[in-house]
Nanobody, 120 residues
Framework: QVELVESGGGLVQAGGSLRLSCAAS????????MGWYRQAPGKQRELVAT???????NYADFVKGRFTISRDNAKNTVYLQMDSLKAEDTAVYYC??????????????WGQGTQVTVSS
């Protein structure tokens, strides 16, 4: 059974940093492109960053230069280093199989997410 467990969120002041982790289990994710997503209250879930199995990365414009996605395939874990945080980064953050989410238009299993709250 697939399980995605996000952690590392919390309350931080604007300008601060957090490092999120996503532990994936239940299947081999090492060949999957993975993505970090976020959902703010009253808004749709949006893609934040992606990373391929080989380590190529892509970022949404609103986090470029501030966030860094990485992965450890041996541990089936994906990370999101978030620096220079802004109040508008406040959201619940999730990770998932990017291709699966795209193909199924978001109708996939999601973990519980991790809450990030940035105070201004």
């Amino acid at each position: 059974q697939v399980e995605l467990v996000e952690s590392g969120g919390g309350l931080v002041q604007a300008g601060g940093s957090l490092r999120l982790s996503c532990a994936a289990s239940g299947r081999d994710f090492s060949l999957a492109a993975m993505g970090w997503y976020r959902q703010a209250p009253g808004k749709q879930r949006e893609l934040v960053a992606t990373i391929t199995s080989g380590g190529s990365t892509n970022y949404a414009d609103f986090v470029k230069g501030r966030f860094t996605i990485s992965r450890d395939n041996a541990k089936n874990t994906v990370y999101l280093q978030m620096d220079s945080l802004k109040a508008e980064d406040t959201a619940v953050y999730y990770c998932n199989d990017y291709a699966l989410v795209t193909i199924r238009r978001g109708f996939v299993y999601w973990g519980q997410g991790t809450q990030v709250t940035v105070s201004s």
